[in-house]
C-alpha cells in the first residue's frame, strides 16, 4: 500500500507569514491528492483537490502544487482563522490513505 | 443543501457489536460513493471502508477487514457500517462522507457528516 508522509508534524508561525506544508507518497499517484483543513473540534474540509484546484468557497491564499509523489500545501499569508490541523490524502484508489497531519499554530 | 447525518455511536465493551448509520439529504445520494472515516482521539484521520454507487465495489482498510461490513440503501438515502469484534483501538468518531467518482472525474471527500463517537471500553 502506498504511504503517506506529511512534514512537518507541526509548526508556528506568525500572522501574515507564508507557509509551507509537504506530503509526500511512497508511488506516484499522480495529481490525486487533496488537502483538508481540520480546526479544533470541528469536522475536517475539503481544500484542495487534484493537486492544485481551490474547493469553492476555499480562501485564494491557499494554494496546492505537485504531482507523482511530492506535494505542496501553501498558505500565502497566515491568518488567525487558518489555525488548524492540515492532511493530504491519495483517493486514486484504495486505499485511500491520509497523511498524518499537520498541526499550524500562531 | 447537502447533509450527512450519522448515528448509532455509543459505549461498547470489546468484543461486542456496534452499527452505524448515515443519513444523507439534499442531494442524489445513489450517485455517491460513500465513505467511512475514523478519528482516534487526539489522533489523525483513518480511512475506513468505501462502497460504490451500486454497492458492487467495496472495500476496507486492513486494520477493520474481516470485522467491519458497509453497506447502504440507496432508497433510504442511508450508510451503514456494521462493526463486530470490537477492539479498544477502535474507539473514534466515526464520520461518513461522501465522494463523487467516475471513471473520467475522480474528486475526494467534498462533505462530511458531524460524528458519531464509538468507545469500546470494558
Known amino acids: 500500500d502506498i504511504q503517506m508522509t506529511q512534514s512537518p508534524s507541526s509548526l508556528s508561525a506568525s500572522v501574515g507569514d507564508r507557509v509551507t506544508i509537504t506530503c509526500r507518497a511512497s508511488?506516484?499517484?499522480?495529481?490525486?491528492l487533496a488537502w483538508y483543513q481540520q480546526k479544533p473540534g470541528k469536522v475536517p474540509k475539503l481544500l484542495i483537490y487534484g493537486a492544485s484546484t481551490l474547493q469553492l468557497g476555499v480562501p485564494s491564499r491557499f494554494s496546492g502544487s505537485g504531482s507523482g509523489t511530492d506535494f505542496t500545501l501553501t498558505i500565502s499569508s497566515l491568518q488567525p482563522e487558518d489555525v488548524a490541523t492540515y492532511y493530504c490524502q491519495k483517493y486514486n484508489s484504495a486505499p485511500l490513505t491520509f497523511g498524518g497531519g499537520t498541526k499550524v499554530e500562531i | 443543501e447537502v447533509q450527512l447525518g450519522e448515528s448509532g455511536g455509543g459505549l461498547v465493551k470489546p468484543g461486542g457489536s456496534l452499527r452505524l448509520s448515515c443519513a444523507g439529504s439534499?442531494?442524489?445520494?445513489?450517485?455517491?460513493?460513500m465513505n467511512w472515516v475514523r478519528q482516534a482521539p487526539g489522533k489523525g484521520l483513518e480511512w475506513v471502508s468505501s462502497?460504490?454507487?451500486?454497492?458492487?465495489?467495496?472495500y476496507y482498510a486492513d486494520s477493520v477487514k474481516g470485522r467491519f461490513t458497509i453497506s447502504r440503501d440507496n432508497a433510504k438515502n442511508s450508510l451503514y457500517l456494521q462493526m463486530d469484534s470490537l477492539r479498544a483501538e477502535d474507539t473514534a468518531m466515526y464520520y461518513c462522507?461522501?465522494?463523487?467518482?467516475?471513471?473520467?472525474?475522480?474528486?475526494?471527500?467534498?462533505?462530511w457528516g458531524q460524528g458519531t463517537l464509538v468507545t469500546v471500553s470494558s
Open positions: 508511488q506516484a499517484i499522480s495529481s490525486h
Open positions: 462502497i460504490s454507487t451500486t454497492s458492487y465495489y467495496i
Open positions: 462522507a461522501r465522494r463523487w467518482y467516475t471513471p473520467m472525474d475522480i474528486r475526494p471527500f467534498d462533505y
Open positions: 439534499g442531494f442524489t445520494f445513489s450517485d455517491y460513493t
